[in-house]
C-alpha cells in the first residue's frame, strides 16, 4: 500500500445502547465510500482517549476529487441516513489529512485489531527532519508487531498544523512492546524532545474495507 495522498477522520457520538449495531451499519456505509472515491477504509470505536466511546471513521484517498466524490454521495447514502436516525449517531469532527512519506511495509493479516492516533505539534523541529526520525523509529515499531503506520498532517477541521500518527497493531500486547522499544530509541527520543503530543487514543477497529 502507497502513502495516502490525503486522509479524512471522523469522529462522532452513539449511545451506548446502538453502538453494536450502528458499527454493523458502518460496514455498509464503508462500502459505500469504497464504491465513490475511498480507497482504504478503517472504522471503530475508541476504548480510550479523549473522546471514549466515540466512533471513528478513516477514510484514504488519492486524491481530494475521491473526498469531494464521498461528499457528495453522502446524502444519498442510506446507510449514512439509517446510522443519524436509526442508530442516533452524531459527526461532531471531521479532519482532512494531507499524507507524509513513511517507509513501511503494511501487514493485514491478521485483520488489526488496534489503531493508535497519536497527535502532535512540531516544537523545534523543522518538517523534514521530524520525518527523518520517525522514518529511523519505524523498524522499532515494525519488530515490535505494528502491522500499519500512517502519518499526516492537518488541512482542514479543528487543530489546523499539526500532525496525525496512525499505527494499527495485533492486540494490546504489541503495542506494549513497541513502547518499551521505543523507551530505549534514540531517535524516538530525540523525536519527542521536539514535539508536543496533545492527544493519543486508542480504538477497537471494527472493520476494514
Known amino acids: ?15 451506548a445502547v446502538s453502538r ?7 460496514a455498509n456505509f464503508a462500502q459505500d465510500c469504497r464504491q465513490n472515491g475511498a480507497v482504504r477504509v478503517t472504522f471503530g470505536s475508541v476504548i480510550s482517549g479523549r473522546y471514549p466511546g466515540a466512533l471513528v471513521f478513516v477514510q484514504f484517498f ?70 527523518e526520525m520517525l522514518n529511523k523509529t519505524a523498524p522499532v515499531f515494525k519488530s515490535a508487531g505494528a502491522q500499519t503506520m500512517r502519518m499526516g498532517q492537518t488541512i482542514t477541521g479543528s487543530d489546523l498544523g499539526t ?9 494490546m ?13 534514540p531517535e524516538y527520543g530525540q523525536l519527542m524532545n521536539g514535539l508536543e503530543i496533545d492527544m ?5 477497529i471494527a472493520g476494514i474495507l
Open 1 to 15: 500500500m502507497s502513502t495516502p495522498n490525503f486522509i479524512a477522520i471522523t469522529a462522532a457520538t452513539c449511545p
Open 20 to 26: 453494536s449495531s450502528a458499527l454493523e451499519e458502518m
Open 62 to 131: 488519492d486524491d481530494l476529487q475521491g473526498f469531494e466524490s464521498v461528499m457528495n454521495m453522502i446524502p444519498q447514502s442510506s446507510a449514512y441516513s439509517r446510522l443519524l436516525s436509526e442508530h442516533a449517531v452524531a459527526p461532531f469532527a471531521r479532519n482532512v489529512f494531507r499524507g507524509k512519506p513513511i517507509a513501511f511495509e503494511p501487514k493485514l493479516e491478521p485483520t488489526p485489531k488496534y489503531l493508535m492516533l497519536t497527535r502532535a505539534h512540531r516544537r523545534s523541529l523543522e518538517e523534514a527532519v521530524m520525518l
Open 163 to 171: 500532525y496525525m500518527l496512525g499505527v494499527t497493531y495485533p492486540d
Open 173 to 185: 500486547s504489541a503495542i506494549e512492546r513497541t513502547y518499551d522499544a521505543l523507551a530505549n530509541s
Open 200 to 204: 493519543r487514543s486508542i480504538t477497537k
